[in-house]
């Protein structure tokens, strides 16, 4: 991709490392920054899935007994107390 970026077109890169071109164009799209932030289309969707994941873990977390609503209001009376 950096020789892409520095000039060299995709026709001879192909040639060059025996790549189809279709193949050279599918990496580019894939690294290509999205919004002017600077990271790609696939470490966006990777981010937005661990995001996802991580979400889910906390909800899970908060239904446990220590995490839950209720033990929060009790333990926090507990520690006012002493």
Known sequence: ?????????IYD????Y????????KWIK?????IGGGISKK?????QKELRQLRMKNEILKKLPPYSQENN????KIHRKI
């Open 43 to 47: 470490e966006y969707e990777k981010m």
């Open 1 to 9: 991709m950096k020789l892409h970026e520095m000039g060299k077109k």
């Open 18 to 25: 025996a790549i189809n071109a279709v193949i050279i164009y």
């Open 30 to 34: 894939e690294t290509k920054p999205v």
């Open 13 to 16: 890169l192909s040639s060059e």
């Open 73 to 76: 209001k009790t333990n926090s």
